[in-house]
């Protein structure tokens, strides 16, 4: 019998390497640069993108050129969490709201929504919990569609109207750069916040349109305000801040869920922002490398 290991299948093994070189690039490549890095051929490479764009794994983007499938993405978020007892990640979460006493909230992308994977109580996420699934919509979900690929960050784009596009897409890059956002707290907001909280606290006690309280709870996730640039987060100035949010990276660095605190305060000093940020930052680092460090003996969250 022969003494060296051969693979039992080579066939996956091509599927894999074309979805982690894929994973690994920032921007889309093409059928034939995939097969030249891969040393494939061509063809062969373009049937197993034509499957994987069939099972959405992979998705073809106008130009010709591929890059991972939203359908990859959501089972890559569901994956990570259904690693993890729903209670470590809640004891995170809690222990997080009770250092900037506020609440918390914890989501991931799954295919054209955003679901919450763990929440705290508080007026941040009144009407939320764990599992459910609310509408992709811009602002929603920015800390993990910065670090997506340019065709999904202009969908996430256009699920807005125009007038804030350019706003959204300095989100985007103050994501990249500096690794967190921070929202302003419109005075008039509060009211309306409470409004739609009540009703989607309701809607989750007598359940009964599950598509009316998805429209009410992705409602409610917009309000957040206008985005703050650097400069002005760091002035000295006493801003009003309604939430802010970091991404949480996996060992393959990787944007897989989005860390949110909402303050919801008229009057935050620097020192208080730079305390939130702190501990917002740390938090996310802690669940990110927990997402390997803690043992596979968990439940799944729900589907």
Same mark, same amino acid.
């Given at each position: 019998?022969?003494?060296?290991? $051969?693979?039992?299948?080579?066939?996956?093994?091509?599927?894999?390497?074309?979805?982690?070189?894929?994973?690994?690039?920032?921007?889309?490549? $093409?059928?034939?640069?995939?097969?030249?890095?891969? /040393?494939?051929?061509?063809?062969?490479?373009?049937?197993?993108?034509?499957?994987? =764009? @069939?099972?959405?794994?992979?998705?073809?983007?106008?130009?010709? #050129?591929?890059?991972?499938?939203?359908?990859? !993405?959501?089972?890559?978020?569901?994956? !990570?969490?259904?690693?993890?007892?729903?209670?470590?990640?809640?004891?995170?979460?809690?222990?997080?709201?009770?250092?900037?006493?506020?609440? =918390?909230?914890?989501?991931?992308? #799954?295919?054209?929504?955003?679901?919450?994977?763990?929440?705290?109580?508080?007026?941040?996420?009144?009407?939320?919990?764990?599992?459910?699934?609310? *509408?992709?919509?811009?602002?929603?979900?920015?800390?993990?569609? %910065?670090?997506?690929?340019?065709?999904?960050?202009?969908?996430?784009?256009?699920?807005?109207?125009?007038?804030?596009?350019?706003?959204?897409? !300095?989100?985007?890059?103050?994501?990249?750069?500096?690794?967190?956002?921070?929202?302003?707290?419109?005075?008039?907001?509060?009211?309306?916040?409470?409004?739609? #909280? @009540?009703?989607? $606290?309701?809607?989750?006690?007598?359940?009964?349109?599950?598509?009316?309280?998805?429209?009410?709870? %992705?409602?409610?996730?917009?309000?957040?305000?206008?985005?703050?640039?650097? *400069? $002005?987060? @760091?002035?000295? %100035?006493?801003?009003?801040?309604?939430?802010?949010? /970091?991404?949480?990276?996996? @060992?393959?660095?990787?944007?897989?869920?989005?860390?949110?605190?909402? *303050?919801?305060?008229?009057?935050?000093?620097?020192?208080?922002?730079?305390?939130?940020?702190?501990?917002?930052?740390?938090? =996310?680092?802690?669940?990110?490398?927990?997402?390997?460090?803690?043992?596979?003996?968990?439940?799944?969250?729900?589907?």
């Amino acid at each position: 019998m022969p003494t060296g290991k $051969t693979d039992p299948s080579p066939p996956t093994q091509r599927v894999i390497a074309i979805v982690e070189l894929l994973a690994a690039q920032r921007d889309s490549l $093409t059928a034939a640069e995939i097969a030249d890095a891969l /040393a494939l051929n061509r063809s062969t490479a373009g049937s197993i993108l034509a499957a994987l =764009a @069939d099972r959405g794994w992979v998705r073809r983007l106008p130009n010709l #050129s591929y890059e991972l499938g939203g359908r990859l !993405a959501a089972i890559g978020a569901r994956a !990570a969490a259904s690693r993890h007892d729903r209670a470590w990640l809640e004891r995170e979460l809690e222990e997080l709201a009770d250092r900037v006493n506020c609440g =918390a909230a914890l989501t991931a992308l #799954s295919g054209g929504h955003l679901k919450f994977v763990a929440v705290t109580r508080d007026r941040l996420t009144i009407g939320m919990e764990s599992g459910v699934r609310i *509408p992709l919509l811009a602002p929603a979900g920015a800390a993990i569609i %910065a670090h997506t690929g340019k065709a999904r960050q202009r969908d996430w784009l256009d699920t807005r109207g125009s007038e804030r596009r350019d706003e959204y897409r !300095a989100v985007l890059d103050t994501l990249r750069t500096a690794g967190f956002c921070a929202w302003r707290l419109e005075p008039d907001s509060l009211p309306g916040l409470r409004v739609l #909280s @009540d009703v989607a $606290t309701h809607l989750a006690e007598h359940p009964g349109d599950k598509d009316l309280r998805g429209r009410v709870l %992705a409602q409610l996730a917009t309000f957040g305000g206008s985005a703050y640039d650097q *400069p $002005t987060f @760091d002035s000295d %100035a006493t801003l009003p801040l309604s939430y802010m949010s /970091a991404p949480v990276f996996d @060992d393959n660095g990787h944007a897989v869920m989005e860390l949110q605190i909402g *303050p919801l305060r008229p009057d935050v000093t620097r020192a208080e922002r730079h305390h939130y940020l702190t501990e917002l930052s740390t938090a =996310a680092r802690r669940i990110g490398d927990g997402l390997e460090s803690v043992p596979s003996r968990l439940h799944r969250l729900p589907s």
